[in-house]
């Protein structure tokens, strides 16, 4: 069925250090996956996003990168920063023309100064 | 922040009660997808609105219902609240255009408390 699986749940990490996070998903005719931020009773705003044409894209500190073969996906923070603490959910599309996203559980990070 | 408004942002009613929740899509799209996030989890697929019609549903019962109206703005309506219905409900715009997948940009949500 449709799943997308996240891990870790939680990320604890020093200012400065990279952050990783990783998730595969099951539907091999999934072609974008978005990333999403969400801080404390905010929505979630997409950070980055990727389509399967393409196996690595970066912004800035932010870059993630795309296996089809293995159907997993990667949101690497690098430098990172006190407000990049939030949690983070990954998600892909399912379901063939309608835009239905499936999302992670999220991952909490937390970046101690 | 994203075009993207929903309203009331809060919410209380009882159980057994009808809730409207409402969202205006940003300024250029024309699909609204309705999300339920529960405390701790991630966005749940609701269903989709495109041109007037429900494109593709979740697994959610039919007591959960929407509308879209031609200016793209759109309508969840549950009946029947459930104590398991407290969640913030999102809503999402995007534009479809030849098929083509684009971003879905999130509104503020709303936060429905079933009593």
């Known amino acids: 069925g449709e799943n997308v699986e996240q891990h870790p749940s939680t990320l604890s990490v020093q200012e400065g250090d990279s952050a990783v996070i990783k998730c595969t998903y099951s539907d091999s005719a999934s072609n974008y996956f978005p990333w999403y931020k969400q801080e404390l009773g905010k929505r979630p705003q997409l950070i980055i996003d990727i389509r399967s044409n393409v196996g690595e894209k970066k912004d800035q500190r932010i870059a993630v990168t795309l296996n089809k073969t293995a159907k997993h996906f990667s949101l690497h923070i690098t430098e990172t920063q006190p407000e990049d603490s939030a949690v983070y959910f990954c998600a892909a599309p399912f379901q063939g023309g309608s835009e239905k996203l499936v999302f992670g559980k999220g991952t909490k990070l937390t970046v101690n100064p | 922040e994203t075009g993207v408004t929903q309203s009331p942002t809060h919410l209380i009613k009882t159980r057994g009660q009808q809730v409207t929740l409402r969202c205006s899509s940003q300024s250029g799209h024309n699909t609204v997808s309705w999300y339920q996030q529960a405390l701790g989890q991630g966005p749940q697929f609701i269903f989709q609105?495109?041109?007037?019609?429900?494109?593709g549903r979740g697994n959610f019962p039919p007591r959960f219902s929407g509308l879209q109206f031609p200016n793209y703005s759109s309508e969840l309506n549950v009946n029947a609240l459930e104590l398991d219905d407290s969640a913030l409900y999102l809503c999402?715009?995007?534009?479809?255009?030849?098929?083509?997948?684009?971003?879905?940009?999130f509104g503020p949500g709303t936060r429905l408390t079933v009593l």
């Open positions: 999402a715009s995007s534009l479809v255009a030849s098929g083509l997948r684009n971003e879905q940009f």
């Open positions: 609105y495109y041109r007037e019609e429900e494109n």
